[in-house]
């Protein structure tokens, strides 16, 4: 059984530019979740994937987007990057019931630097 | 609005003492909760969880308490390793089935 694997595992771009991350989801796991970890502070949700619809988002902009593919795979995008944008990308992956406690295992994140 | 926070951001325990780390919420409406543990350069892990019709659950040298009333969430770890060292934290699953992150203790071990 494999974990949760995302890539890239660092990158850094400029002010404006876009930028794909993407996940692997635990084998047997239909959902996943995005979260933004700022230096010294506790994952923030961006949003969540199920059954590829986006399935709950918190209080980020729409440049924002993402995908999950039907294996379960996804991606983040961001477009127009800012300074504010540089953080670890953590994406998380569970499977869905119906009234759950939904554990959440996380991938390692990808370390984006904007300069 | 919910959110959930920590009262100490630094925690220093002695090597075999016992540790405690503490964590407020502020959503009633919330019935789940989770301690993860989060290790320099990994993502956070899952340590234990608990129902909010318990106030106590035990594991493997870790135990959670949950106060309704106070709205206060606790874990505690037995005697404490150097491999326990951390940053620490609670979350809460929301009424929509999401989990909202504190923003951590980080736990050092005196040796």
């Known amino acids: 059984e494999t974990g949760v694997t995302q890539s890239p595992t660092h990158l850094i771009k400029t002010r404006g530019q876009q930028v794909t991350l993407r996940c692997s989801s635990q084998?047997?796991?239909?959902?996943v979740s995005w979260y933004q970890q700022a230096l010294g502070q506790g994952p923030q949700f961006i949003f969540q994937?199920?059954?590829?619809?986006?399935?709950g988002r918190g209080n980020f902009p729409p440049r924002f987007s993402g995908l999950q593919f039907p294996n379960y795979s996804s991606e983040l995008n961001v477009n127009a990057l800012e300074l504010d944008d540089s953080a670890l990308y953590l994406c998380?992956?569970?499977?869905?019931?119906?009234?759950?406690?939904?554990?959440?295992?996380f991938g390692a994140g990808s370390r984006l630097t904007v300069l | 609005g919910e959110s959930v926070g920590l009262h100490l951001p630094t925690l220093s325990v002695q090597e075999g003492d016992n540790s405690i780390i503490n964590c407020a919420y502020s959503n009633s409406a919330s019935d789940y909760f989770i301690w993860y543990k989060q290790e320099s350069g990994k993502g956070p892990q899952f340590i234990i969880d608990?129902?909010?019709?318990?106030d106590k659950r035990q594991g493997q040298r870790v135990t959670v308490l949950l106060n309704k009333t106070v709205k206060h969430l606790s874990l505690q770890i037995a005697a404490t390793q150097p491999g326990d060292s951390a940053v620490y934290f609670c979350a809460e699953m929301t009424g929509d089935d999401k989990i909202i992150f504190g923003k951590g203790t980080r736990l050092h071990i005196l040796p």
């Open positions: 994937y199920y059954r590829e619809e986006e399935n």
């Open positions: 084998s047997g796991h239909n959902t």
């Open positions: 998380a992956s569970s499977f869905q019931v119906v009234s759950g406690a939904n554990v959440l295992t």
């Open positions: 608990i129902r909010s019709n318990m």
